[in-house]
């Protein structure tokens, strides 16, 4: 999908979402890029969201042709060159390019996160790509994680699976007790994460 996508994009917005493909940062911080945070295939930034450092090695392709882009000031530079390139300009040239190769699903600039980390998932498991996308809680990296599969289940898609608890009094003959529950989206994408989690183990070959 990311080759069509590349292929008929601006080619500054098209590196720009492969860097984000190859690293797992955010559109914006990729945008942010300037040439000195780039020494050979490393590239180092410090977060916007999260303000933590982070770095990544990107192929050496795409190492060079970040470099042959870059100005004095930043790697995508902006229409007038006071500011780089903004994310709604690259998002709006991915939307243009998959309406025009007739691609399915809601493709956006964060597509390229999810994309990434669903294969770190397969190379490193959940908790490597909680530390690679800097998330503090582990249920957002579930839904990144998962995102091939969520994406394409119309029984999950759309569901809110945030980690919130309902409150329930329990009334008995000497007390009130309160007790907390998690939601019932919230267990229902915990069953759903198992199930997925031993699929894709199967398909590794892994546990049989």
Partial sequence: ?????????????????????????????????????????????????????????????????????????????????????????????????AKQLKLDGNISCHSARKTYAVEDFKDGGLAQVQKDLQHSDVNTTMLYAFADLIDKTPAVKGVDFSQKKEEKTFETKEKTEKTEEFSPNFLRFGEYVAECVVKRLEALGIGQ
């Fill in 1 to 97: 999908m990311y080759n069509k996508l590349y292929a008929v994009m601006q080619y500054e917005n098209s590196l720009a979402l492969r860097t984000s493909l190859e690293t797992g940062w955010r559109i914006g911080d990729v945008l942010s890029l300037t040439p000195e945070q780039i020494q050979g295939r490393t590239i180092r930034i410090v977060a916007q969201k999260t303000g933590k450092p982070d770095k990544k090695v990107v192929s050496a392709d795409l190492a060079k042709r970040l470099k042959q882009i870059s100005s004095k000031e930043f790697v995508f530079e902006g229409r007038f060159g006071d500011k780089p390139r903004t994310r709604q300009a690259v998002w709006k040239d991915i939307k243009r390019s």
